[in-house]
């Protein structure tokens, strides 16, 4: 359900065993979670993020959540790096993080 550079064409919530797919006809499309909130934010239109990735405008009330009911079907997050001695450290490090904080959280899977 993905179109061009991965950029989804539908939406799909569930709410205990029912599953909705909304598909999309959107008018701003970008590949970056920042351009979708500060667009949301702006009033141009709505977007499907972490309650992570737009913390600070929930906090602020410049965004609201929607179909409060209803989550996101999990999608899988793929992290990759060249193995060997062109493996630089910080960026080895920073998925060891990201996979040691997702094992920590019952809500994900590594």
């Given at each position: ?42 009033g ?12 600070r ?14 989550e ?7 992290a ?11 960026g ?15 809500r994900?899977?590594?």
């Amino acid at each position: 359900m993905s179109g061009r550079f991965g950029i989804p064409t539908a939406w799909k919530f569930k709410r205990g065993v029912d599953e909705i797919v909304i598909d999309l006809e959107p008018r701003f499309l970008t590949d970056e979670n920042e351009g979708s909130v500060a667009a949301a934010a702006a009033g141009i239109g709505i977007t499907s993020t972490s309650e992570w990735a737009c913390r600070r405008e929930l906090k602020d009330e410049s965004l609201v959540r929607l179909l409060v009911d209803w989550e996101t079907v999990d999608i899988p997050v793929h992290a990759y790096f060249p193995m060997g001695r062109a493996t630089r450290a910080a960026g080895r490090a920073v998925v060891e993080h990201l996979a040691a904080s997702f094992q920590r959280d019952e809500r994900f899977s590594v």
